[in-house]
């Protein structure tokens, strides 16, 4: 079955950090691109940033350009999401999604189940 899975999310004080690590399951990430999405309670899903396999080029939501950064290992089949100066409005469930056509401006096949991450005091 082929999926992907989110880790690392948790609790954390605000103006922390966290790494949240995304790992395929039956297939490698590496000709996919690999987009990070968010959803707040009672809120709409968000699109905070994607990475794309050919090139690697990223780009990031407003809301965190300059707070967080994407990567990928493709030696590790995994893609990173680093979030720096967490807030509390940065409080959601964490998805990433693995696009089959490897850029960014397309949509995505496969999601995982999401990853909680708190930012409270």
């Known amino acids: 079955q082929l999926q992907v899975v989110e880790s690392g999310g948790g609790l954390v004080q605000p103006g922390g950090s966290l790494r949240l690590s995304c790992v395929a399951s039956g297939f490698t990430l590496d000709h996919f691109a690999i987009g990070w999405f968010r959803q707040a309670p009672g809120k709409g899903r968000e699109r905070i940033s994607c990475i794309s396999s050919s090139d690697g080029s990223t780009d990031y939501a407003d809301s965190v350009k300059g707070r967080f950064t994407i990567s990928r290992d493709n030696a590790k089949s995994t893609v990173y999401l680093q979030m720096n100066s967490l807030k509390p409005e940065d409080t959601a469930v964490y998805y990433c999604?693995?696009?089959?056509?490897?850029?960014?401006?397309?949509?995505?096949?496969?999601w995982g189940r999401g990853t909680q991450v708190t930012v409270s005091s």
């Open positions: 999604a693995a696009g089959s056509r490897g850029l960014c401006l397309f949509g995505f096949d496969y």
